[in-house]
């Protein structure tokens, strides 16, 4: 398989040793110094896309566009996923978005939904979420912290909203993001009562974790004629 690397910082350089290590090659190297080469992205190639949400949404018109199959694990742009999502459908390219990579963290959300359902019966616990990432991860709070917290929405009704970084209303629930030197990411469901604490945690010790995933998600897509796949489709845990 032939993948593009869209965004070779760190991530992108972990993508890459795993592509190549599961057989793979790498024919595009993209970062701010060449990123006009995303058109040279061609024919039987897979785009890998870790950069920014400002400028991730051009990435991703351009290479639906160019009817790249594009795997993508930037956060901050999901306010206008209906417009990437039709582009995408609207050239028949395969297109795979995740806010994190990680199996063990679809296995935490896993866990976190069958939670929320559990906790409906019982208003007296009050739900929180923090998460941790370095310090240069600009979105706060990480596009995993938020979705963990809209599973949340999802399955108590006890909670109507979330509240991100800023103090929490009547039924909304606190997500809160914490920057710091070195660290890869941590994240926290908590429900907390007078009498006791019920704490579901995920930490990642490295980044190998997300950037097997994005390779995992390159090969499946690879197998996919169109359409919009999340990480429910690779590891099906929902089934």
Aim: aromatic share 8%; glycine share 8%; no cysteine.
């Amino acid at each position: 398989m032939q993948i593009a690397i869209v965004g070779y910082g760190k991530m992108g350089k972990r993508i890459e040793r795993i592509a190549i290590e599961r057989g793979h090659s790498i024919s595009l190297k993209i970062d701010s110094s060449n990123k006009g080469e995303i058109n040279k992205i061609g024919d039987n190639q897979i785009a890998i896309e870790f950069t920014r949400p400002d400028s991730a949404l051009d990435n991703y018109r351009k290479l639906a566009e160019l009817k790249v199959p594009t795997v993508t694990g930037t956060t901050g742009w999901h306010e206008k996923e209906g417009e990437v999502f039709n582009s995408f459908k609207s050239s028949k390219t395969p297109f795979f978005y995740a806010s994190n990579f990680s199996v063990g963290v679809h296995i935490f959300r896993s866990v976190n939904k069958l939670l929320a359902e559990a906790m409906n019966r019982f208003s007296d616990y009050s739900a929180t979420i923090d998460e941790w990432h370095h310090t240069e991860k600009k979105d706060s709070p990480s596009g995993t912290a938020i979705t963990l917290g809209r599973d949340i929405l999802e399955h108590n009704k006890n909670y109507r909203s979330l509240a991100p970084d800023r103090p929490a209303r009547d039924k909304e629930l606190p997500v809160k993001g914490h920057r710091k030197k070195d660290v890869t990411g941590k994240h926290i469901v908590k429900y907390k009562s007078e009498i006791d604490q019920i704490t579901l945690e995920h930490q990642a010790f490295n980044r190998d974790g997300f950037a097997l995933g994005a390779v995992l998600a390159a090969e499946f897509i690879s197998q996919q004629q169109n359409g919009i796949f999340t990480m429910n489709d690779l590891i099906k845990l929902d089934e």
